[in-house]
């Protein structure tokens, strides 16, 4: 039996090497050479994966990040444009996609009364508030109507039947050189105020605002 | 011998009169299946995945898992081929399908078999969905391969999701913004995923080439992967026997219980 003493990482006393206890780890180590290497094997690859993964995923989803320019194009002048009816134009939202990139938007004189959102001509964008698809005006009962699901709207955009979410969307409008011009799009709450852009089917307003987060490639409302 | 025989072993080498030069010569293969087997022992793996035991009771309900199979290739066959016409930029991919459809021998075959192949596929995943949870497949020790094949489902939607836009017609155009803006509607995340989808706030220049993309290279590859390890698992594991059928145990066991 050896001596309590005895129990060192030492030598056995026969001139071997010593054995090292627990096994892997010798007098002072915090870890064995193995464990050691495999970590830092399995950190080189994990950077090298990195490398390779990162900059393509990056890449794909850089377009969320982009902050677009701000488009104004003349759609007609003053004179087209009365207070009592909206008059479809035909502009182009997206370039370099052809007849796909054009929206039609109905534009009219603002009243006097008029105070939100404030802009010398109302431009409403014809994307349905519930999932995106074209409504047209209807002159006859004064109202947007959506083919796809049925949602109605009333002479200022305001919801008044259907799926709809929010009211119709606008395009901020001046006017230039006697031309009334179309420019970024942004959303309303349902008392007209201006917020950023949302896509169709988001809520705007209160926590809604929160739960449907603004997005960075879109411009701030006016 | 394309098809190797049920379960035969291979001599043993020395099993001969001897291990000596000429013996071995004889176990050579001389025809080229056997050389690639003798380099892969693909024999020995086909004899099992061709003649592994299959329960009793074992019917046509247990085609439809075949059956996708079958619809996936044919809509990655097809896939390949319409590709060679196919132009994915917003201003030429209608024309592109178009002349694809109208002047291109057996086009409209082909993309017949893809448009309809497409709608038979998801029937057919639905089908083998159903025939798998009313025969209580999915329970142990098969529970991975039922997530796998959720993931398979889901995988194969989105193809359909993504094909829709292609021909870029008004209802596929209109359908895709409809579609995106569900997408759209989760809270918090929802916004950033539609941008992904269209590459931007608006349906843009590169949503039509990001969704070819996506159906094209992404999703078959993830499909075709994930295909091998459904198999895999459904060769690991075997089929079950359908719930209608009893246990039956061996006719001396039987005596033993009375």
Not at chain 1, 74 to 103: C, D, I, M, N, W
Not at chain 1, 127 to 141: I, M, N, Q, S
Not at chain 1, 183 to 197: E, H, I
Not at chain 2, 224 to 238: M, Q, T
């Amino acid at each position: 039996m050896a001596d309590a003493a005895d129990k060192t990482n030492g030598s056995a006393g026969d001139g071997g090497l010593p054995k090292p206890d627990p096994p892997g780890y010798f007098e002072g180590e915090s870890m064995s050479r193995r464990k050691a290497l495999t970590v830092a094997g399995q950190a080189v690859g994990g950077i090298a994966g990195a490398v390779i993964v990162l900059p393509a995923v990056g890449f794909a989803v850089a377009p969320i990040f982009h902050q677009p320019q701000e488009r104004w194009e003349s759609v007609g002048p003053v004179s087209r444009f009365t207070e009592k009816t909206y008059t479809p134009v035909v502009f182009t939202l997206v370039q370099g996609v052809g007849e796909a990139g054009k929206t039609t938007a109905y534009v009219r004189k603002a009243t006097s009364n008029e105070t939100q959102p404030y802009e010398p001509y109302i431009a409403l964008s014809t994307r349905c508030a519930h999932l995106g698809c074209p409504v047209h005006f209807v002159e006859a009962a004064g109202n947007f109507i959506c083919p796809c699901h049925g949602g109605v709207y009333d002479f200022a955009g305001k919801v008044i039947g259907g799926p709809p979410v929010r009211p119709l969307d606008h395009f901020q409008t001046r006017v230039r050189d006697g031309q009334v011009q179309v420019g970024p799009r942004y959303s309303v709450t349902s008392q007209l105020q201006p917020v950023r852009y949302r896509d169709p089917g988001e809520y705007t307003g209160g926590i809604w605002n929160i739960l449907y987060p603004p997005r960075p490639d879109t411009l701030p409302a006016p | 011998m394309l098809i190797p025989g049920p379960l035969k072993k291979p001599p043993k080498p020395g099993d001969g009169d001897g291990a000596g030069p000429a013996e071995r010569l004889k176990e050579t293969p001389a025809d080229l299946v056997g050389w690639i087997d003798e380099r892969t022992g693909g024999a020995s793996f086909l004899t099992g995945m061709l003649y592994r035991k299959v329960p009793k009771g074992t019917t046509w309900f247990y085609t439809l898992g075949s059956a996708t199979l079958f619809a996936f290739v044919v809509q990655a066959v097809t896939g390949v081929f319409l590709a060679m016409y196919y132009t994915p930029s917003a201003t030429q991919a209608y024309g592109s399908i178009t002349h694809l459809t109208n002047d291109v021998f057996l086009g409209e075959f082909v993309r017949g078999m893809h448009v309809w192949g497409a709608s038979l596929m998801i029937i057919l995943i639905w089908l083998h969905m159903a025939r798998t949870f009313v025969f209580g497949a999915y329970k142990y020790p098969r529970e991975l391969n039922w997530v796998i094949g959720v993931v398979l489902l889901i995988l194969t939607m989105t193809m359909a999701f993504t094909g829709y836009l292609l021909p870029f017609d008004q209802r596929s155009f209109w359908a895709s913004v409809v579609g995106i803006n569900i997408n759209g509607t989760g809270p918090v995340l929802g916004p950033y995923l539609s941008d992904f989808l269209r590459a931007g706030p608006d349906f843009g220049a590169t949503t039509l080439s990001r969704f070819y993309a996506i159906h094209m290279m992404l999703i078959p590859g993830a499909i075709a992967a994930l295909i091998g390890a459904h198999l895999y698992l459904v060769a690991k594991l075997g089929t079950t026997a359908p719930p209608w059928l009893k246990v039956e145990s061996e006719p001396e066991l039987r005596e033993q219980e009375v």
